[in-house]
């Protein structure tokens, strides 16, 4: 069965960096684009950046364009997400999500925590 | 501020129907063309979201005739007929935005069944 599995949260200080890692299973993972979406304590779902199948275009929310940068390595069945210059509005869960065609996406991790704090 | 407007909540009682709406933008929702159709994403309370429909109107495997999607001009509905308890969950719509080259969400919608 299809499996999403995220890493890599953790508690970082403001201006540092993380990468975050999904790594999938169950389908052919260099068919699909990939998404990582996060969600804000209590708030709604924001999307954060999108990698094509083939890895050879990628798209950022305004938010994060600059900072984050989305990768896949289909060797490894895995997407990243290298986040730099960190800053505490970037606390969230992070999902990463199977991406149908920008978006629908039908399976989601079960999403990694970021805490960004001094 | 959301690209898509949903309202904050609704509510009904069990068996009953109740309906969610987004509205958009002829960029997000309004557009019919390339990947702006619009999908639709149930959420629990400290668990990843799950979808529900997509392409404006079509379910996934295992999602139950109850829930149905609709779009009509920048304006897409979410309807989930005989109401259950365990229905009570927060609702997203999401599309992409060919102007912006961007997927955007609604801010959610939180179901309660009374």
Redesign the interface.
């Known amino acids: 069965q299809v499996q999403l599995v995220e890493s890599g949260g953790g508690v970082v200080q403001p201006g540092r960096s993380l990468r975050l890692s999904c790594r999938g299973s169950g389908f052919i993972f260099s068919s699909y684009a990939m ?1 990582w ?1 996060r969600q804000a304590p209590g708030k ?4 954060v950046a ?1 990698i094509s199948y083939d890895g050879t275009k990628e ?4 938010s994060v364009k600059g900072r984050f940068t989305i990768s896949r390595d289909d060797s490894k069945n895995t997407l990243y997400l290298q986040m730099n210059s960190l800053r505490a509005d970037d606390t969230a869960v992070y ?1 990463c999500a199977r991406d ?7 399976y ?4 990694t925590l970021v805490t960004v704090s001094s | 501020q ?1 690209v898509l407007t949903q309202p904050p909540s609704v509510s009904a009682a069990p068996g009953h129907k109740v309906t969610i709406s987004c509205s958009g933008s002829s960029s997000n929702t309004g557009n019919n063309y390339g ?1 702006s ?1 619009v ?1 639709w ?1 149930q ?1 629990f309370p400290g668990t ?4 529900l429909i ?2 404006n109107d079509k379910r ?1 495997s295992g999602i139950p005739d109850r829930f149905s999607g609709s779009k009509s001009g920048t304006s897409a509905t979410l309807g989930i007929t005989g109401l259950q308890t365990g229905d009570e969950a ?1 609702y ?1 719509c ?3 935005d060919s102007s912006l ?8 919608t939180k179901l309660t069944v009374l």
């Open positions: 998404d979406v709604g779902l924001e999307w999108l798209y950022y929310a305004d999902y149908l065609v920008a978006g629908p996406y039908d989601w991790g079960q999403g | 959301s990947n159709f999908s994403y959420q990843a979201p799950k979808l997509y392409d996934p927060d997203y999401g599309t992409w080259s961007v997927v955007v969400f609604g801010g959610g």
